[in-house]
């Protein structure tokens, strides 16, 4: 069995526990750079992109988990899709540019204009939770759009690492899980 | 109700800030700093609870003007306080289009018997309790996460620590009860009995659980993630203390290392005096907020 650490310095850590779970996978909490030795791919989860910055910054995080992204797959959603990117907007923050996609923060409004919706994933659809999120502004010529919701993409793969907008962790449909789980074994 | 969308989407943001400090600030430039310190949300209140303590008078949501001004400076989810019963501050506050409210028993009750109906409201809510039964009246009014109220403004765990240990118990009590000893349970907490079931067959609640009221320093908040907290909220605690942006980098650091004694010492050192405390058992009945709620 595969196993997927989850950055749990905040945010929804524990929904990606279970999610890993259901999918196939086991999963354990990365707080230190030790703790990346035991995993085969790393979820960047949910939560606030700055509290993470600030932690990755004061614990020396940031070199250990790029050494771990040059030879494993990487798996951010929504904060840790920011955290993932190229460059960040709205504010302008450093981010750990794993994937080649520019991204807005908060790019579709508060909590109020939170929401869950279907997204068409190729032939099928999607159940997506979109909290706070951020927009994919820009996708490089290496990265695939395997989401989009009306018209932007949302989930985006570059190489062996991926992205999502939303959060499938929130969800019981496992299938976004299991296409990272197959990243491990490929 | 707890499986709608709408439902769904309150507690999802609860779930983003698990692992994390949500910070009282009364202004833009105490919102920069916990922000910057690495705060995963700011609460905006019209005065620190320590200050309301000592100040009295009638305590409000904050000015509208201000919590605006926040809002368009932090780039993280900005909650503010509604008094309890007062539908109307919460009308407002959603309007704003704040992330979350805490219709909080730090601010003076506008209802001695009624708390808000939470549900109705597109803008998820959080609320204070003291024990099982005030944590699940307020989900079944809508609330999409509870807090201990602890003794806020006070610098003083000892509350919090009762709280949290109160409600972990009660609910480790439910899991081991028959269904017919439910229903009598549901009796004596004052809570529906559906919640109650809920709780008898995950041993949790069905929202995120965190601590609040008293927190003062980065063993405060180990503390009670320990005990089952799953993320704080620090008042006054980091703005009365002499170094609040070490002191607010520290409690952060705190959060994520609760189980790491060795993490918590780096956090711990090197900080200037906390807030000065106050004895709980010694304040006389009146001056307790934790008394407010129904």
Redesign the interface.
Known sequence: MKTIGIL????????HRKAVERAGGRPVEV?TAKDLDACDGLIVP???S??ML??LD?ENLTEPLRQFAARKPVFGT??GAILLAHSVT??AQPSLNLIDIDVE??AY????D???TRVQAGDDELEA?F??APKILRVGSGGKILATCDGDPVWVEQGRHMVTTF?PE?TQDSRVHQRFLEKLTT | MYLS?DF??KV??A??????VIMDVTNVEQAKIA???????VMALERVPSDIRKEGGVSRMASIKIIRQI?DTV???VMAKARIGHFMEARIL?AL????IDESEVLTPADEEHHIDKKTY???FVCGARNLGEALRRIAEGAAMIRTKGEAGSGNIVEAVRHIRTIVKEMKHLTILGKEELVHEAKNLGAPLELVEWVAANGKLPVPNFSAGGIATPADAALVMQLGA?AVFVGSGIFKSEDPDSRA?AI??A???YN?PVKLLEASEELGEAMRGLDVSKLPESELLQTRGW
């Open positions: 749990a310095l905040q945010g929804d850590f524990d929904a707080r949910g939560g606030e700055t509290t600030k932690l004061i929504c904060a709205k504010p923060r908060n409004g508060r909590q109020i939170s929401r869950i939770v909290i706070r959060h929130l | 969308d769904r989407l999802g943001l779930e983003m800030l698990k692992g994390g922000e910057k310190a690495g705060a995963s949300a809002m780039s993280i989810p959603e289009g704040v992330d979350y597109k803008v998820p799953e980098r952060v650091k959060a994520t290392y790491d």
